[in-house]
């Protein structure tokens, strides 16, 4: 098997119960994204990307603060929130001395964590985790695919489903399945009737009583 295969998916919008104040809301606020490994397509291998939604509620709680040992990894305590006011409550109940000997401070990019990082962890250097650089760009890039592909136009976009199983077929080991695959291809291209498709088809159809193979397919 050459090759990837990348599908996106994404279920159904659907009603969210805030593990808060137990409503239920449908506002989004953000998406995050899954990789998953799945079963071979088409002799290529498969990722499904699967689009995490993060919903909001009306009562405002739209995050926790979760706080992870940077040296063994594990969360060691989950808030509840991360209003300001919490956070140096939460922070205040460990002594100076201790919060002196902090090294690292890595955090989102929220800039409130940098500040409360500035004032009660004065030895730690702040650092951004990379994951949210990530995010962003990763959003950035879907958007931009999201709108050239809504304008692309039609003929384009089919001759692009064209070159992508065209290459399947030239993939595939078994001669009996090739050459069948190959000639159902030639006859959806002619019946999509893209000019630059035109000649090539034409040729063929002239040359077909004498070829045995479609020709280099195998190599």
């Given amino acids: 098997m050459l090759g990837w ?100 401070f890595i955090c989102d990019m929220w800039k409130q964590y940098a500040e409360l990082a500035r004032l009660f962890f004065p030895n730690a250097t702040i650092i951004v985790d990379k994951y949210h650089f990530i995010r962003q760009v990763t959003w950035a890039i879907e958007n931009i695919r999201k709108r050239v592909q809504k304008n692309m136009p039609a003929d384009l976009r089919q001759t692009y489903r064209l070159k992508e199983t065209f290459y399947q077929i030239c993939q595939n080991r078994k001669y009996s399945e090739q050459r069948k695959d190959f000639y159902e291809w030639i006859s959806y291209a002619k019946s999509q009737n893209i000019e630059e498709f035109k000649a090539f088809i034409t040729a063929f159809r002239k040359g077909a009583g004498i070829i045995k193979s479609p020709p280099q397919l195998l190599t």
Avoid: W
Avoid at 8 to 33: A, F
Avoid at 60 to 88: M, T, W
């Fill in 5 to 104: 295969v990348k599908i996106t998916i994404e279920t159904k919008q659907k009603d969210s119960v805030c593990p808060c104040c137990g409503q239920l809301t449908r506002k989004i606020h953000d998406s995050r994204y899954q990789t998953i490994k799945d079963f071979p397509f088409m002799h290529k291998k498969n990722l499904l990307i699967l689009k995490k939604r993060r919903y909001v509620c009306a009562c405002g709680e739209k995050y926790q603060c979760i706080l992870v040992d940077l040296k063994s990894n594990p969360i060691f305590d989950i808030l509840a929130d991360r209003k300001q006011s919490h956070l140096i409550d939460y922070i205040k109940s460990y002594s100076r001395h201790e919060r002196q000997k902090v090294q690292f």
